[in-house]
């Protein structure tokens, strides 16, 4: 029988990883002192900004151990946290991973978590740097604290979207809740792990190095990921800044994919575009006159695909579609919300 | 009946979280976006170094809610982490607070948690600039994330303890031991909460402030908190500094109040000094002519006591006690494990 964490200890599960990350991380520089001490040191870089973000994932809840192996886990839970940066125009630095282990937990999944973590960080040329090890008794949860930098300056908010901006979205969105559709709605053995939809939902892409470009170009006035779902971010920044969005529905990037699973799901597939979903896409506001140049900036470095999908509007916290017809119609975003019994209204909650 | 988290959605109580933080805690310079974006933004001073700790806590692991109230719970969890930041000589600065909080927990305990929090905070002139929420369904988790400075180069580390140094520990540990086993060996009725041992478990101190005089100093080789409990503490700074060391049991600190409650707890106080407590002193090893020097540092700024209590040699990673009749007595420091089913021997695994 394999090795689980009990076999080993708090101490020689810490020692297991600090083994890995040797072996297979990479050393940034402005590590003064990684794992092993009470704090981890860093030396920032002078003209640079720091952001910092952390998020977790809980088993049951943000991953589901019978379709993810924990490679997949940690490649996601790491990508969900590189997506916050991104959105911000920075890029990853120093990670610190706080874990809740049950003590039956096999030492080569953790390992196998740890890969998937490197995996997401070693492309930036990031680091593991810090973290903690504690036990649970029920749900494993992973708890990611990332850092990185921007050049003083540069980062993008929220909250300085303007009236008359085109709103921007890159790839499609909603794919992996078609995928998650597919997995919960298929018997075990009818699943087909290899589905585009379901790969979506499983290695969920974020878009950290088109953040990263178009924060350098200066040409986007706001940019979020779409962590809550497409309507939910938009919402988000239309609050934050004090203003309304204008949506083309037929402009919303809908994917062949997304269209061909609509039957098999019997889901729209416009509902799964723009509701919460695991893809971390970004949403992003310019003047009209940048469009392109945005586009073109995104296009240097990378093959995702940027959808203009409406325009700011100075009706604050007022949301329309315009349908194919022409008609204007108004709605109300709803974004995921952890605890409301009916999934929550963010229209009157986020208003800070 | 009192609000819960379900009743305002994850969306409401961040905006509530929000609320208090604004109107309770305090700006901290170098702060350029806070809570409400997908990354918190930075300035970083010039010619100082950052520190970044991370440290959990989870319900029935590590605070008991029927002898604690979530204000105790909330500076507890914070006081950990400022602990870490303190032994490496550091002041905290920023702190992102990610919670794994179940549906039915009530609003207002969640406030007096961040109440707690911000206790601890306020007085270092520290903020919450993040973090994030997620609902659990079983056991309640706090993971937060420190970030603290240090003038360049003056980060006091445990690796760093010479041949020849002497050993000095602050204030009594174990007292937090002490405490907890009148909890937990009382009936519910018998317990006084307001008990010396049983106060020092609920809120224990930090020595942050101690520990940044004293590498501030620069009298200080290596230093280190007793998280982990004195002798395990001790270990690690042996192991990673590839020396060993020599310790007068006669000159242990055992306040009056751990000796008093030695009938009572049925437990050699001895043991409850040096096992696995919760109170976070400070081990700090330094040449023999400056201990008198950093006692002075201490005494500057408080109140708290320091004992000289053993020798640093050179034989790695060997320990002995000098028993009152000066006879030597080799032995094996044994840390706080959370996985291991013998209590872990830390020995043989932290030797990285």
């Known amino acids: 029988m394999r090795e689980t964490l009990s076999d080993i200890g708090e ?8 083994n890995l990350i040797k072996l297979e991380g990479l050393y940034v520089e402005g590590t003064v002192l990684g794992i092993g001490d009470d704090s981890a040191v860093i030396q920032p870089k ?4 720091l952001l910092i973000t952390c998020d977790s994932v809980v088993e049951g809840r943000h991953f589901l151990t019978e379709f993810m192996n924990f490679y997949d886990v940690g490649r996601r839970a790491m990508t969900v946290n590189i997506s916050d940066i991104g959105a911000m125009g920075g890029s990853p630095l120093y990670a610190l991973v706080s874990l809740g282990l049950k003590s ?3 030492v080569r999944d953790v390992e196998d978590m740890y890969r998937g973590f490197l995996a997401e960080l070693n492309p930036f040329h990031a680091a593991v740097i810090g973290g903690n090890v504690t036990q649970v008794e029920s749900s494993t949860f992973i708890d990611i604290t990332l850092v990185g930098e921007i050049k003083a300056g540069y980062a993008l908010r929220r909250s300085t979207a303007c009236k008359g901006d085109a709103i ?8 992996a809740a078609g995928g998650l559709e597919l997995l919960l709605h298929n018997t075990r053995e009818n699943i087909p792990l290899d589905h585009h939809l379901i790969q979506a939902y499983i290695s969920p892409n974020h878009r950290a190095l088109e953040g ?8 986007a006035t706001a940019m979020i990921d779409t962590s809550d779902g497409l309507l ?17 529905r037929k402009d919303l990037p809908i994917s062949d994919a ?7 799901n019997k889901k729209d597939p416009y509902e799964l575009c723009t509701r919460d979903s695991d893809d971390y896409e970004l949403v992003i506001t310019c003047a ?19 959808s203009t999908i409406g325009t700011v509007t100075n009706e604050a916290g007022i949301f329309h579609w315009i349908l194919p017809d022409g008609s204007r119609q108004r709605f109300t975003p709803k974004g995921w919300d952890h605890f409301s019994k009916q999934g929550g209204n963010i229209d009157e909650s986020t208003s800070r």
């Open 11 to 18: 101490f020689g599960l810490i020692h297991r990883i600090d």
């Open 46 to 49: 002078e003209g640079f900004e």
């Open 104 to 106: 039956d937990m096999k």
């Open 168 to 175: 921007l979205v890159t790839g499609f969105p909603g794919e």
């Open 212 to 219: 990263h470009a178009v924060a350098s170009s200066g040409y």
């Open 232 to 248: 939910a971010d938009l919402a988000h920044i239309c609050l934050d800044s004090g203003v309304g969005a204008e949506l083309n």
């Open 258 to 264: 997304l269209k061909d699973s609509g039957t098999q």
């Open 288 to 306: 009209p006159e940048n469009v392109e140049k945005i586009k073109d900036t995104i296009k240097k470095i990378s093959d995702v695909s940027v």
